[in-house]
């Protein structure tokens, strides 16, 4: 059974830093197209940041650009989100998503992690 494992999730005041890392079971994922979401109490769950499986090509929903990085290692079959400048309205369950073709805002996704907490207070 493939899994996804987010990990690197947690309180942090606003303005901080966070890195979230998340490492697939499954060698065959390492060529899959990898990205984040996230779901906020009472919202639907949003796309945040996508990456190609060769790590050529990324995107970023607007409101995360500048701020977030999202990159990868199919060494170690990993996907990593660098998140800085937290805001408050950030405050979410983040998840871990893979595909075998593309992970995007409106693309269907095969695979998904179980989350990590991200809280940021003000």
């Known amino acids: 059974q493939v899994q996804l494992v987010e990990s690197g999730g947690g309180l942090v005041q606003a303005g901080a830093s966070l890195k979230l890392s998340c490492i697939a079971s499954?060698?065959?994922?390492?060529?899959?197209?990898k990205g984040w979401f996230r779901q906020a109490p009472g919202k639907e769950r949003e796309f945040v940041a996508a990456i190609s499986w060769s790590g050529e090509r990324t995107d970023y929903t607007d409101s995360v650009k500048g701020r977030f990085t999202i990159s990868r290692d199919n060494a170690a079959n990993a996907v990593y989100l660098q998140m800085n400048n937290l805001g408050p309205e950030e405050t979410a369950v983040y998840y871990c998503?893979?595909?075998?073709?593309?992970?995007?805002?409106?693309?269907?996704?095969?695979?998904w992690g179980q989350g990590t907490q991200v809280t940021v207070s003000s």
């Open positions: 998503a893979a595909d075998p073709v593309v992970v995007g805002a409106r693309d269907p996704v095969d695979y």
């Open positions: 499954d060698r065959t994922l390492s060529r899959f197209a």
